[in-house]
């Protein structure tokens, strides 16, 4: 069953991965990789401060500029490394696809009771594109304009 499960979903969908970086790096300029989870409000009778988090390792040229930006907005509390920490050696998508890449990146974690309708997802897309967009236009020169 797992190596059904792995061929059905997870192999495709880590190849898929493989080939659009692969497809962003040869255009230029590289990109940055940003995995995009939600977390629960309230985890082992343990209230989360947080509304969003970044996570990541050793790597910070994302992931510092990005969290300095989050914190700027005075309503928002932003957790370095939380509610997990990307230093404790799980995951698989950041170091197969982004730091065997060299690529800037950082995990995102939104509290899901926050990001639980419609008009949430719209509030916290905008609160966080706006904080993200000028890191990511300083980090790859990318801009809208």
């Known amino acids: ?3 059904a499960r ?14 659009r970086l ?3 790096i040869g255009r230029g300029p590289a990109p940055c990789f940003l995995a995009v989870h939600s ?3 309230v985890f082992a009778g ?3 401060p947080w509304q969003i988090g970044v996570l990541w390792n050793r ?3 994302l992931a510092e500029p990005l969290i300095a930006a989050l914190g700027r907005d005075e309503g928002l509390t932003v957790g370095d490394n939380q509610p997990y920490s990307g230093r404790d050696g799980h995951g698989y998508t950041l170091p197969t696809h982004a730091e065997a890449r060299g690529l800037p990146h950082a995990t995102i974690e939104f ?3 926050l990001i639980n309708s419609a008009a949430g997802i719209a509030r916290w897309t905008r609160r966080f594109h706006e904080a993200f967009a000028p890191v990511l236009a300083e980090l790859t020169g ?3 304009a």
């Open 1 to 3: 069953a797992r190596r």
């Open 6 to 19: 792995a061929a059905a979903i997870f192999t495709p969908y880590h190849r898929a991965i493989d080939e």
């Open 22 to 24: 692969d497809a962003l």
């Open 39 to 41: 977390c629960t409000p």
């Open 46 to 48: 343990f209230r989360r």
């Open 59 to 61: 790597d910070g040229r």
């Open 111 to 113: 509290r899901q009771d």
């Open 142 to 144: 990318w801009s809208r």
